[in-house]
């Protein structure tokens, strides 16, 4: 499975971004999708994760109520939509890939994308 991020920018405080992650291969649908940030200077955070049927979602505690991932099987497709962003918000986001079984944890997912960088001006 190949992975594209893409829909990063900058914005202002209080704005919203959504970002796309287009996966290649007819199997998507069999895959656990996962959203992750690096910050400079630290470490990489889970952000969101989906199961693959679009069925559950889940979310770090910081973006709860304010992000939201949904998927698009039939267009290999996952999405996040970020609102009320904030200045820590800012990072690079990487979309990531497990063979059916979702996780938080970055070192179970096998397939990565080249990341997008958000970046929220305060």
């Known amino acids: 499975v190949q992975l594209q991020a893409y829909g990063g920018g900058l914005v202002q405080a209080g704005g919203s971004l959504r970002l796309s992650c287009a996966a290649s291969?007819?199997?998507?649908?069999?895959?656990?999708m996962g959203w992750f940030r690096q910050a400079p200077g630290k470490g990489r955070e889970f952000v969101a994760a989906i199961t693959w049927s679009g069925g559950n979602t889940y979310y770090a505690d910081s973006v709860k109520g304010r992000f939201t991932i949904s998927r698009d099987n039939a267009k290999n497709t996952v999405y996040l939509q970020m609102n009320s962003l904030k200045p820590e918000d800012t990072a690079v986001y990487y979309c990531a890939a497990q063979w059916k079984v979702v996780s938080i944890s970055p070192a179970d997912y096998t397939y990565w994308g080249q990341g997008t960088q958000v970046t929220v001006s305060s």
């Open positions: 291969g007819r199997t998507f649908s069999s895959y656990a």
